[in-house]
Structures are given as structure tokens and as C-alpha cells.
T-cell receptor, first 113, second 113 residues
Framework: EAQVTQNPRYLITVTGKKLTVTCSQN?????MSWYRQDPGLGLRQIYY???????DKGDVPEGYKVSRKEKRNFPLILESPSPNQTSLYFC????????????FGPGTRLTVL | AQSVSQHNHHVILSEAASLELGCNYS??????LFWYVQYPGQHLQLLLK??????LVKGIKGFEAEFIKSKFSFNLRKPSVQWSDTAEYFC???????????FGAGTRLTVKP
């Protein structure tokens, strides 16, 4: 089944403890992206990647890192999480670029205490 | 700042009522436009998109949207809503020649049976 998977789905952590949220797609898509969803603010793009080893900042990249060493994986790294990063995070992929239909993962709900 | 605005935060309708959800953007150049929907407990999925050509685009499940360039708008419409249309709706804009996506804050639609 074609899908975008994220792990973990739920995470509660403490300030400063490094964490990684994984994202994987099995559709051989070139474009991948991370968003955070906050009430009243909708989805805001954190980082995106046009292809392997090609990443770029979105709207709200501060406090986040990403890497794209393989086509299928696009992990989101929080080196030192803070409470203002408490949010719902979505990974998405599309065949070539952002204008193609994006396929979203199920979301990861992160709470930073 | 360039942005995407969805002025209706929560819309409540009865079944069979007509729907129009507003979306305005502030980008000056050519844009690609999208509506995504998130049904309760499900992933975000594409409803429809506009790149060029006929400004009235039709999507899935009887939805349509009209691009009015002079008003910087891309409003979503449906002549007769159903209870199953209860969801959150997001407008998104991709400025042409740019790889990022900007989403609006979302509009929550509740359809009463």
C-alpha cells in the first residue's frame, strides 16, 4: 500500500532532550516536506527536500534539522526541544515537487514539557 | 508579510445547505492554488488544485473552487453539503518559481444531520 509513515505517533519529552521523528515513504517520491500544525495557525512548513541531499528551509525552520540521505526517508531532528515546539507534525511527499499532489502521513503529536 | 487567509474559522451548516469557504492570498505573482481536507481521524488529502486555464476547477466529492485573480481569491464551494463533509479545510498557495507551500489557518466545517 502506498503510504507515508511517521514514528512515533505520540511523544512526550522534556526540554533539551534530543529527539528524532522519522518519516518514510514507499512511493519513490522525490519531494518531501515537514509541517507543524497549531490551532489558529494551520500548517506551517518547516523544511522541504527536492531530492536526496537537497534540503531547504520552509517558513519556520528555527530549532529543527532535517537530513535526506536516502530517497525514502526524511527524518526531523529536534536537537534541543523547547515547549514552543509542542505541536502536531506532519510529513508529506509528492512525486517531484510541491505542486504535485502531496501525500500526508498520519501525524506525530509532540509534547515538550 | 505574504500570507494565506481563511477568514472563517468555524462554519456550521445543516445538510443540503450551500457552502462557500473563503481563501485569500497576498502573493503578487503567479501562484498555484490548492484546497486540502482533513476528515476526523484521517490524513490530509487533496480536494482540488489550480495551476492555469479555466479558473473554475472541480475536485472530488462535488467540490469546486474559483480563482479570481483580481481579488487574490480561491474560494471553495459545494452546492449541497452532506454530514460526511464535516472536516477541516485548508487552502494552500505555492508561489510559482518557488518550492515552498503556504497554508491558511484552516476552516472547520460542521454539518448537522
Amino acid at each position: 500500500e502506498a503510504q507515508v509513515t511517521q514514528n512515533p505517533r505520540y511523544l512526550i519529552t522534556v526540554t533539551g532532550k534530543k529527539l528524532t521523528v522519522t518519516c518514510s515513504q514507499n512511493m519513490n517520491h522525490e519531494y518531501m516536506s515537514w509541517y507543524r500544525q497549531d490551532p489558529g495557525l494551520g500548517l506551517r512548513q518547516i523544511y522541504y527536500s527536492m531530492n536526496v541531499e537537497v534540503t531547504d528551509k520552509g517558513d519556520v525552520p528555527e530549532g529543527y534539522k532535517v537530513s535526506r540521505k536516502e530517497k525514502r526517508n526524511f527524518p526531523l531532528i529536534l536537537e534541543s526541544p523547547s515547549p514552543n515546539q509542542t505541536s502536531l507534525y506532519f510529513c508529506a511527499s509528492s512525486p517531484f515537487r510541491e505542486t504535485d499532489t502531496q501525500y500526508f502521513g498520519p501525524g506525530t503529536r509532540l509534547t515538550v514539557l | 508579510a505574504q500570507s494565506v487567509s481563511q477568514h472563517n474559522h468555524h462554519v456550521i451548516l445543516s445538510e443540503a445547505a450551500s457552502l462557500e469557504l473563503g481563501c485569500n492570498y497576498s502573493y503578487g505573482g503567479t501562484v498555484n492554488l490548492f484546497w486540502y481536507v482533513q476528515y476526523p481521524g484521517q490524513h490530509l488529502q487533496l480536494l482540488l488544485k489550480y495551476f492555469s486555464g479555466d479558473p473554475l476547477v472541480k475536485g472530488i466529492k462535488g467540490f469546486e473552487a474559483e480563482f479570481i485573480k483580481s481579488k487574490f481569491s480561491f474560494n471553495l464551494r459545494k452546492p449541497s453539503v452532506q454530514w460526511s463533509d464535516t472536516a477541516e479545510y485548508f487552502c494552500a498557495v505555492n508561489p510559482a518559481n518557488n518550492n515552498d507551500m503556504r497554508f491558511g489557518a484552516g476552516t472547520r466545517l460542521t454539518v448537522k444531520p
